[in-house]
């Protein structure tokens, strides 16, 4: 039976299972060598856990499947182990173009590039097409993001990576807040697909774990020959813990989207609520695009209460069953204050929280939420 054809749901299921033979197990054994045998000339064959171990491969295998790729992805030892390799692209001296809103420790590192290799950065807003593609002009690299983190802004992906394209920049896109099963950034020229596998792909708030898609030869080589070269390795118990999330991608994904679309039109109408971002919102700026170009609207939500930054605080000191905390795509709910961090973006706002909607009962995240918001 052919393989090329299955949804998304059944590769998660099924994509990385050891071979069937009468007695094997069904689930890829996890190897704790730091070597393997071997003498002579190395072949291509494993020889160091640093350079590759069979305990990477299904989970590589099955994320450059979902991802739609030919090539596998490749696993780091973070998110942002991951960021590094795939902005290692950006040459000294060169120019990087970036979202003003996306993961802020991702600009951090940009800022980083600045300080040590000279790297001019472009800040952008992503949603504002024109902006990015004239930012565009003489860049090396754009990294973008969307929806972004914490904002929610949905770019217009395949206008922005053809425009790239034209321009021959390379484009690394962070697909962490979409998942695979949200959009496919290889399939509209995307070079390089990025991941905290930390979030959704892992989906345990268990594991801390990065990892690159890429369906260029060359880019794979020099990104894997990154890896090796800086040690940026996951280890191979953390790589198994995600591959056993991964198999549940699809049921967490659409029921965490499921109540995020029913706790954002609540919030919506709420007294004690100034305004809610989601792109599944009609009024919300994405709700267009992100009809257009994505498969569901997430399951993260911008809230800003009532009484600015206090009242936002007080909010997550007062709910029970959300946990306070930063992170997200794990199967609990949890929320914070973005602006608590010193080092988050000055036009995000203060007042603003981030929920990360979980996979428990609606009625319950409900029930916690308003009691909260009726108490401030
Ligand atoms: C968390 C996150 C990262 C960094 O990943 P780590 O696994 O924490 O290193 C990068 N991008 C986005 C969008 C994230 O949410």
Redesign the pocket.
Known sequence: MSHEHLAPATVAVTAGRPERVQGGPVNPPVVLSSTYVSQGVPGPELLYTRSGTETWQPFEEALGRLEGAVLPGIVFG??????AAALSLVPDRGVLVVPRH??Q??LGYADDLTARHGVEVRRVDIADTDQVVAAMDGADVALL?SP??PMLEVADLPVLLAAARERGVRTVV?N??ATPLGQNPLAHGADVV??????YLAGHSDV???ALVTDDPELDAALRGYRTLHGAIAGPLEVWLALRGLRTLHLRVERAQQNAVELAGRLADHPAVAEVRHPSLPSDPGHERATRLMNGYGAILGLRPHGGAAAADALVAAVDLWVPAT???GVESSLERRRRFATESPTVPEDLLRLSVGVEDVEDLWADLDRALRSL
Do not use: I, P, Q, W
């Open positions: 973070s998110g942002m182990a991951a960021v996306a993961y420790v991702s993001e972004t983190n962070d962490t807040f990025l991941h905290s596998v930390t979030k801390v774990l990065g992170s997200l795509g």
